[in-house]
């Protein structure tokens, strides 16, 4: 019976044991520099540059004095194959298309929002890639901390193992129990293995998004300043949709009619052959009289999309709001559990300390101190697992407020 309770309390260690993981090497900008990185292999960043050269193009093209291209149009008659007495006209016209009232200054207005929105949607999108990286990044923290409370099982297992084959050589356990520890062993070994074989999965994955060699340190973030909903880049990218489906709806209704055209023409004729020929000078424009409705179709469908977006911004408000509270109420209990796990484990450290001695001095038996150590194992276990949740906590605060890693200082893990 004491030989069994012996080894169910070893057992007991090899399975619980655990150690504290140690702060990775790594400039603090490293976090930054991998997002940073991330969106270069993206390519996102030359199309939006392309983009908005586009918009900056048009902006440029409306500067112009006319509404659209001048048409040149020409003439030419004579009565050669008829009576052929030598008459004949020459006319060439160019016909310019004017501004409509209105129209060159919402045309402006319009192309300025999509600038404005080019540039937000660019930030929605950088926010998005870096919330993907942010996640891949701390599910390879975890991963790397598992990795190393499987290796300090294994370690722990192994040195059991050895003091369980100096019991056997003494006589102080039986043969058979040799056979029972390798079976730990094996365990913690297979262990380590599915562990080792997680972290490469996470690390890979962390390492093929950002294109870095190493995955770094751990970039513990601040927490960003709480602002307003409006001031979050998914918002702004929203509020400025929203505005030119405004601005485009303004310009269609602008442009529900034809434009006024001016001409100006050079006129070469002559009545005989005995006539010298006249040039003659016409200006003259054309003016639309009537007031047909000819975009009711553009119109209906440009006041959809405004209205869509409005939805859009309100439900994205409400949405982003709710996820932000969440945020908070998620890292104010990782704060509280951190603080706990910090007591416990301060706690079990001086039990474990006080237990170790009383055990030299033979006031303690084997299996309590087993016990005590297990503890306290199990107390930096779950302190430095708090501690990877509370930080990754304030980086999903973060992102939910919209800020990227460059924008709150980083700093590595205190041990």
Do not use: C
């Amino acid at each position: 019976m004491q030989k069994t309770s012996l080894f169910l309390a070893i057992t007991l260690v090899i399975t619980l044991k655990t150690s504290t993981t140690s702060a990775h090497d790594g400039a603090p900008s490293s976090f930054s520099a991998a997002i940073d990185q991330a969106w270069s292999i993206s390519r996102k960043q030359p199309l939006a540059d392309q983009r908005l050269a586009a918009i900056k193009a048009y902006q440029r093209s409306n500067q112009g004095w006319f509404a659209g291209s001048p048409e040149l149009s020409g003439n030419y008659s004579s009565d050669r194959l008829n009576q052929d007495h030598g008459q004949s006209e020459a006319e060439v016209e160019v016909e310019f298309p004017l501004w409509l009232s209105g129209q060159q200054a919402i045309i402006t207005a319009t192309l300025d929002s999509r600038y404005s929105r080019q540039k937000t949607s660019t930030q929605v999108e950088k926010l998005a890639l870096a919330g993907t990286v942010r996640e891949l990044y701390w599910d390879a923290v975890l991963k790397r901390n598992s990795l190393q409370s499987a290796q300090s099982r294994l370690a722990a297992a192994e040195n059991i193992a050895k003091d369980v084959q100096r019991h056997i050589d003494s006589g102080i356990l039986a043969d058979a129990d040799r056979l029972l520890v390798r079976v730990a062993v094996l365990s913690a070994q297979a262990e380590q293995l599915s562990a080792q074989q997680e972290l490469t999965v996470a690390e890979q994955s962390y390492l093929a998004r950002t294109g870095q060699q190493q995955t770094g340190h751990w970039a513990v973030e601040t927490q960003g300043r709480s602002r307003a909903v409006d001031a979050h880049p998914l918002i702004k990218n929203s509020i400025a949709e929203l505005e030119t489906t405004r601005l485009e709806f303004q310009r269609i209704q602008i442009e529900d009619r034809e434009h006024t055209r001016l001409s100006v023409g050079w006129i070469n004729e002559r009545e005989s052959r005995d006539d010298r020929s006249t040039n003659r000078i016409q200006i003259g424009f054309s003016l639309p009289l009537g007031k047909e409705r000819r975009n009711r179709s553009a119109l209906a469908e440009a006041l959809a999309v405004q209205l869509e977006a409005e939805v859009r911004l309100a439900e994205q408000k409400r949405e982003l709001e709710a996820k932000i509270s969440i945020a908070l109420s998620v890292l104010d209990s990782a704060r509280l559990h951190q603080q706990s796990a910090d007591l416990s484990q301060q706690i079990s450290s001086r039990r474990t300390a006080m237990d170790t001695a009383a055990f030299e001095a033979g006031e303690l038996g084997l299996q309590a101190m087993l016990a005590s150590r297990n503890h306290a194992d199990e107390a930096r276990q779950n302190w430095q697992q708090r501690q990877i949740e509370a930080a990754r906590s304030v980086s999903n605060l973060n992102q939910a407020l919209g800020y990227l890693p460059s924008e709150v200082v980083a700093e590595g893990i205190k041990q």
